[in-house]
T-cell receptor, first 113, second 113 residues
Framework: DTGVSQNPRHKITKRGQNVTFRCDPI?????LYWYRQTLGQGPEFLTY????????KSRLLSDRFSAERPKGSFSTLEIQRTEQGDSAMYLC???????????FGPGTRLTVT | EDQVTQSPEALRLQEGESSSLNCSYT??????LFWYRQDPGKGPEFLFT???AGEEKEKERLKATLTKKESFLHITAPKPEDSATYLC??????????????FGKGTLLTVNP
């Protein structure tokens, strides 16, 4: 396994701009999760995919956030009209259908100035 | 709502000084409890999954235990390389097909040589 990969690793953007992050899960993992983590806090759930279907979205995910997982492989998370409060580490995780543990990627650190 | 509380928030040990980290949880039916290690600027690294009260798992100097209300991560004769933030998370049965994790804030462990 090559592990979960995320790109970019760091993103600095100005308030009001749109940003998109990519996550490549471990191959053959059908479940994919997005979490957000701020300093001193544990990761918070944002959204979940089983294959290509988005099955749940957290209340944290405002209508400025959208996620996709076309063909059930990689996933993208887009934030429109970024705000300073969006500054955080965005983590992607994946898990296989027959096990519960989730494997996390290295994260994308977003800074909104 | 599922809740996870970890204590202490920070723990400083001398090399070789054994100790335990606590994770208290409330969940509407536990599917699994997970321990992760997180180094600064990186994604969480999976350590253990515990499914039922009385279960124990071990890996090198780490041992995780589970009761109906809490879990402990015991660290025996720690080394400086064990320094990290340790995160506890729960997965609820009531989530249906959503296997999201609810995390605590973590315990920052520092092991001095």
């Amino acid at each position: 396994d090559t592990g979960v990969s995320q790109n970019p690793r760091h993103k600095i953007t100005k308030r009001g701009q749109n940003v998109t992050f990519r996550c490549d899960p471990i191959s053959e993992h059908n479940r994919l999760y997005w979490y957000r983590q701020t300093l001193g806090q544990g990761p918070e759930f944002l959204t979940y995919f089983q294959n290509e279907a988005q099955l749940e979205k957290s209340r944290l995910l405002s209508d400025r956030f959208s996620a996709e997982r076309p063909k059930g492989s990689f996933s993208t998370l887009e934030i429109q009209r970024t705000e300073q409060g969006d500054s955080a580490m965005y983590l992607c995780a994946s898990s296989p259908w027959d096990r519960q543990e989730q494997y996390f990627g290295p994260g994308t650190r977003l800074t909104v100035t | 709502e599922d809740q996870v509380t970890q204590s202490p928030e920070a723990l400083r040990l001398q090399e070789g000084e054994s100790s335990s980290l606590n994770c208290s949880y409330t969940v509407s039916g536990l599917r699994g409890l997970f321990w992760y290690r997180q180094d600064p600027g990186k994604g969480p690294e999976f350590l253990f999954t515990l499914y039922s009260a009385g279960e124990e798992k071990e890996k090198e100097r780490l041992k995780a235990t589970l009761t109906k209300k809490e879990s402990f991560l015991h660290i025996t004769a720690p080394k400086p390389e064990d320094s990290a933030t340790y995160l506890c998370a729960v997965q609820a049965k009531s989530g249906g097909s959503n296997y999201k994790l609810t995390f605590g804030k973590g315990t920052l462990l520092t092991v001095n040589p």
